[in-house]
């Protein structure tokens, strides 16, 4: 029997919201672009048949018909408040201090949040069908954008299931992604149109036009992230919340994490600012929020903005310069990088010629090409990389990277990570993975050995003095001294830095292993939880995962290691070369001189590496930043100091010479 039209368009309808859901929400489309396109064809030749039978929220009706005459102004049911934000780890510090403050003796969990860099916005679903869409406007009263709204692809115009609330008021964030910008700026080329800076101002100028076929061309998207009046929701946390807004067909913000301290939140912030590569959506920092929501009735709000969450923000330095080259390198694990050579440009104060690329899968998501025109970006202290290739100006048809599938250096067939991104030289005795594994071992952060140079390692190395980490103990003044630029007193100085190396204590070794997932602060953790690598060797993976900011993956990496033959071949020899395996009490001076205060070191030191210094900054209290602002207390100058110097004499922060510095801290 033939199914009735009224019954078909509603089945089509269903069957195209689940999988809009599966696709924007879940991420786990189970349809092929072209069938999902036909089940849409299939509803608006029905619809067309059948006009009596077109509803405002079918899947087909993302484009009104007519523009409208202007933007209305609505008042916001509840306000939209601004975010309290920072710059200064030690100013999210205090923050969560007065916030434990005002819940004494309760415990608080703490959401990790990206903050989306796009256009704040309200949307209200009334009995699940979307009534209204408002921009954040000065917070009370904002403009009407509904019509504009309905074109945004993850925006439900009706919401899943049956069971949904009354009235729900999500708030979140409309965005362009860097790849759908690229598309636009080329299409702007093809019409002799001027092409788009970056997506925020896109999406602030797309979302407020009147005609809304022009929006719909624009792809924008949503993110949601907080509650606004809702009468009905069932959940009592945020991360709840989110749960409650998937079911429903709305898309929460991604990569959403709960923890039960601060810190280990503040910490995870820290390695999100290191993948901001991988997203391909533009960010200008983090928000953390209290998780439980009677908590945060409890807290409150100021005037402008709600107690219970706040936003670190890193300063952000975007230039555009052209890619000359790709080239990979090989690195301590294997990983096989590939880095982009680029024409030099002024960033952030300091000039950049290359820039990471990260992986084989970047290269081809962002379709990166020897010769193309690239945006490269810089925030915090992670190294530049580039964001997205400026497609519009690309110069006839430049060749694609061809990845190697040999390694460079050794010729053994690269194999990819399994489930993973990463492409790796599988030969542990690679030369350039032992370079690489021996500069690391030796750098200040790990066994601190004085003296022993990139290029020193290359010739240990190179003439198999050195194999592995042992062998540097058991290297003899004679064949030292005999090496190219070496004479008797480098190689007694070299010695004597080696021998020094092996009293470091057990945080600096595990930090030195190359231990996949296992960096200082790690390492760090765990020599002062365990204190000894016997008592480490001797833990589970459960009794691992089991200490704080130690999660299961770096628990297994860990263990794997200790019981592994190469791991234990290794602690086994260095032991029985006299490496000292159990936490070193330090001497080093320390003080709380610096206590709550932000520095920021630029141009070139005389005394000091960029580590040492920074180093030092922390073994006295303050707080070591990558970027100058108005929370910044001092700016150590050395030579050469570029736009930060400049800054900070534009915003009044106290600059200091190296000795200037060094009498502040005897004082």
């Not at 290359?354 to 810089?378: C, F, Q, T, Y």
């Not at 993975?433 to 010739?459: H, S, Y």
């Not at 709550?596 to 040492?612: A, I, N, P």
Request: glycine share 8%; charged share 30%.
């Amino acid at each position: 029997m033939t199914a009735k039209p009224a019954d078909e368009i509603a089945r089509l309808r269903d069957e195209i919201r689940r999988h809009d859901r599966k696709y924007y929400v879940e991420a786990a489309p189970e349809i092929s672009d072209l069938e999902y396109d036909r089940l849409v064809d299939r509803l608006k030749k029905l619809e067309t048949d059948h006009p009596e039978l077109v509803t405002a929220d079918s899947p087909t009706q993302r484009v009104g018909d007519a523009p409208v005459e202007g933007l209305s102004q609505v008042e916001h049911r509840l306000p939209m408040l601004s975010i309290e934000n920072t710059y200064s780890l030690d100013e999210l510090r205090q923050y969560a201090a007065r916030t434990e403050k005002l819940l004494p003796a309760e415990s608080i969990d703490w959401v990790v949040e990206l903050k989306i860099d796009g256009v704040a916005v309200s949307l209200l679903y009334e009995r699940g069908v979307l009534v209204r869409g408002l921009t954040r406007g000065n917070g009370r009263v904002g403009d009407d954008i509904t019509h504009n709204v309905r074109t945004v692809v993850d925006a439900p115009l009706r919401l899943s299931g049956r069971d949904v609330p009354p009235v729900l008021e999500v708030r979140g964030e409309i965005y362009m992604t860097n790849a759908d910008l690229v598309a636009l700026n080329e299409t702007q080329r093809r019409q002799g149109l001027p092409p788009f800076a970056n997506t925020r101002n896109v999406t602030a100028g797309s979302i407020r036009l009147l005609d809304p076929r022009i929006c719909a061309q624009r792809r924008l998207r949503l993110f949601c992230h907080g509650v606004g009046y809702v009468e009905g929701l069932r959940a009592t946390t945020h991360m709840e919340f989110l749960d409650e807004l998937r079911r429903y067909g709305l898309p929460p913000t991604p990569r959403v994490a709960c923890f039960h301290s601060f810190g280990a939140a503040v910490d995870h912030c820290e390695q999100m600012i290191a993948e901001l590569h991988e997203l391909d959506f533009e960010i200008d920092g983090l928000v953390l929020k209290v998780n439980r929501f009677d908590q945060r009735e409890r807290l409150g709000s100021t005037s402008k903005s709600p107690r219970w969450m706040i936003a670190y923000k890193f300063e952000k330095y975007e230039a555009t310069t052209r890619l000359r080259a790709i080239r990979v390198q090989v690195g301590k694990t294997g990983a096989i990088t590939p880095v982009a050579d680029l024409e030099p440009v002024e960033l952030a104060g300091t000039t950049v010629s290359r820039a990471s690329l990260h992986n084989a899968d970047e290269i081809e998501r962002k379709d990166v090409r020897p010769g193309d025109v690239v945006v490269v970006e810089k925030a915090g202290k992670i190294i530049p990389h580039v964001v997205r290739v400026e497609k519009h100006l690309r110069e006839g048809r430049p060749r694609k990277f061809a990845f190697p599938t040999e390694c460079p250096e050794c010729g053994r067939a690269l194999v990819r990570d399994e489930g993973g991104v990463y492409i790796r030289c599988p030969n542990p005795e690679c030369p350039a993975q032992l370079k690489e594994r021996i500069r690391f071992f030796a750098g200040r952060n790990a066994m601190d050995v004085e003296g022993l140079g990139d290029k020193l390692v290359d010739q240990l190395v190179g003439q198999k003095l050195v194999r592995g980490y042992g062998d540097l103990y058991r290297l003899g003044l004679d064949e030292l001294a005999g090496l190219e630029r070496m004479g008797k007193k480098s190689a007694q100085n070299l010695l004597a830095g080696i021998r020094a190396s092996k009293t470091r204590g057990l945080a600096r070794l595990l930090a030195a292993l190359s231990i996949r997932h296992v960096g200082t602060r790690v390492a760090s953790v765990l020599a002062g939880h365990f204190g000894s690598i016997d008592a480490l060797t001797e833990a589970t993976v459960d009794q691992l995962s089991g200490v704080n900011e130690i999660g299961p993956i770096i628990a297994q990496s860990v263990h794997d290691y200790l019981h592994g033959d190469y791991g234990r071949r290794t602690i086994d020899e260095l032991r029985g070369l006299g490496v000292v395996m159990s936490e070193a009490q330090t001497d080093e001076e320390t003080s709380d001189v610096l206590a709550g205060k932000t520095l920021v070191v630029t141009g070139t030191l005389k005394k000091y590496t960029r580590d040492e210094i920074e180093e030092l900054i922390t073994r006295h209290g303050g707080r070591a930043a990558s970027s100058v602002s108005k929370n910044t207390d001092y700016v150590v100058a050395g030579e050469k100091a570029g736009s930060k110097l400049d800054k900070a004499r534009e915003l009044g922060v106290t600059v200091l010479t190296e000795e200037q510095f060094e009498n502040l801290l005897t004082h």
